[in-house]
């Protein structure tokens, strides 16, 4: 049987060179006190700069740490997969290394749990050092996205949160491509508690998701868990039949009243309204196909380059894909 730790914090890095140390101090004070057995996972996300070094330096004098390097950058959800893959134990503590959200409420985490949660998740109550224009954005996609989504996803909510190992092993059993982690544990079910916190500055560094990469998310995470966009086409085809109708109405009208009707105006709106309506279902169409065509290639989620723990030299990991679900195997 295995042997398994209390708890494994899992956190997914890239370029974090800055934080990675003082992320890994704080995480040891939080939890080593109760829990002197627990496992923390840094997963190096192909990050460009010494990251995957003070990580391996970490390894190489704490025997709880365990060090993943990957081979290329996979993304936030893929290199938290990878990481919670890796993980051993009962519990597993998701936490990002810019410690934006606090170590220190590992220990209320476990308690809400000990009242038999499966899953506690941290909301916002207040994020300090964002721009405006983040935490206006942010608040928009969580509401459209509890709007569209055919699961009840907690707005104001990240990666930020505690797992039982029962709700880990369904979640990795989960075989998409196009990952959207909270909106995957939300549909899991099981007893999910709230815990609000107030989220801090990064402690160095900058952001990590520019628009751009905001927007796939986004994207990700609505043709992920809802169908309702494909919906759009049958409203925008209503819409367009109603106003052509009403044209055909005037028309006849004009035609029977001897009214001569300007052509070219009433033709070049009603083109541009439709060609547009069009365009826009088309791309919301392309969005799924895309995913289908991902999902169809069966291509591996990640791969791992190198292992290390237990104060080891970092291991070369041996990886085999077995089944038609794509799942990974690691030989280490």
Same mark, same amino acid.
């Given at each position: 049987?295995?042997?398994?730790?209390?708890?494994?914090?899992?956190?997914?890095?890239?370029?974090?060179?800055?934080?990675?140390?003082?992320?890994?101090?704080?995480?040891?004070?939080?939890?080593?006190?109760?829990?002197?057995?627990?496992?923390?996972?840094?997963?190096?996300?192909?990050?460009?700069?010494?990251?995957?070094?003070?990580?391996?330096?970490?390894?190489?004098?704490?025997?709880?740490?365990?060090?993943?390097?990957?081979?290329?950058?996979?993304?936030?959800?893929?290199?938290?997969?990878?990481?919670?893959?890796?993980?051993?134990?009962?519990?597993? /503590?998701?936490?990002?290394?810019?410690?934006?959200?606090?170590?220190?409420?590992?220990?209320?985490?476990?308690?809400?749990?000990?009242?038999?949660?499966?899953?506690?998740?941290?909301?916002?109550?207040?994020?300090?050092?964002?721009?405006?224009?983040? @935490?206006?954005?942010?608040?928009?996609?969580?509401?459209?996205?509890?709007?569209?989504?055919?699961?009840? #996803?907690?707005?104001?909510?990240?990666? /930020?949160?505690?797992?039982?190992?029962?709700?880990?092993?369904?979640?990795?059993?989960?075989?998409?491509?196009?990952?959207?982690?909270?909106?995957?544990?939300?549909?899991?079910?099981?007893?999910?508690?709230?815990?609000?916190?107030?989220?801090?500055?990064?402690?160095?560094?900058?952001?990590?998701?520019?628009?751009?990469?905001?927007?796939?998310?986004?994207?990700?995470?609505?043709?992920?868990?809802? #169908?309702?966009?494909?919906?759009?086409?049958?409203?925008?085809?209503?819409?367009?039949?109603?106003?052509?109708?009403?044209?055909?109405?005037?028309? /006849?009208?004009?035609?029977?009243?001897?009214?001569?009707?300007?052509?070219?105006?009433? @033709?070049?709106?009603?083109? @541009?309204?439709?060609?547009?309506?069009?365009?826009?279902?088309?791309?919301? #169409?392309?969005?799924?196909?895309?995913?289908?065509?991902?999902?169809?290639?069966?291509?591996?989620?990640?791969?791992?380059?190198?292992?290390?723990?237990?104060?080891?030299?970092?291991?070369?990991?041996?990886?085999?894909?077995?089944?038609?679900?794509?799942?990974?195997? @690691?030989?280490?």
């Amino acid at each position: 049987m295995i042997q398994r730790p209390p708890v494994s914090v899992v956190i997914p890095c890239y370029n974090e060179e800055e934080v990675i140390v003082e992320t890994h101090r704080r995480v040891s004070a939080a939890c080593r006190v109760a829990w002197p057995e627990c496992e923390i996972v840094m997963v190096n996300d192909g990050s460009s700069d010494s990251t995957w070094k003070w990580i391996e330096s970490i390894c190489a004098k704490d025997p709880q740490a365990v060090g993943v390097n990957l081979f290329r950058n996979h993304g936030h959800e893929v290199a938290l997969t990878a990481g919670l893959t890796v993980a051993m134990g009962e519990r597993i /503590f998701i936490l990002d290394a810019d410690l934006q959200d606090p170590p220190e409420l590992l220990p209320d985490m476990m308690k809400m749990m000990d009242e038999g949660s499966d899953v506690v998740y941290g909301v916002r109550r207040k994020r300090e050092g964002e721009t405006w224009f983040k @935490l206006q954005s942010s608040k928009l996609f969580y509401r459209m996205l509890r709007q569209f989504s055919d699961v009840d #996803i907690p707005v104001d909510t990240g990666d /930020f949160r505690l797992m039982s190992r029962r709700a880990l092993d369904i979640f990795l059993s989960m075989p998409e491509r196009q990952r959207f982690v909270r909106g995957m544990v939300s549909w899991i079910g099981l007893r999910q508690v709230p815990l609000p916190y107030d989220r801090h500055a990064r402690f160095a560094g900058r952001s990590k998701y520019p628009v751009t990469k905001l927007l796939r998310l986004a994207t990700d995470a609505i043709t992920g868990f809802s #169908i309702k966009p494909l919906k759009v086409a049958t409203y925008l085809g209503a819409m367009a039949g109603g106003i052509a109708l009403l044209s055909l109405i005037y028309v /006849f009208w004009s035609f029977a009243a001897g009214v001569a009707v300007p052509g070219w105006s009433s @033709l070049m709106v009603m083109v @541009l309204l439709l060609g547009s309506a069009q365009l826009f279902v088309l791309g919301i #169409i392309g969005e799924y196909l895309g995913q289908i065509f991902l999902e169809s290639k069966r291509r591996p989620l990640f791969i791992i380059d190198q292992i290390c723990r237990e104060g080891q030299p970092p291991k070369k990991v041996d990886i085999s894909f077995t089944g038609a679900d794509g799942n990974v195997k @690691l030989k280490i």
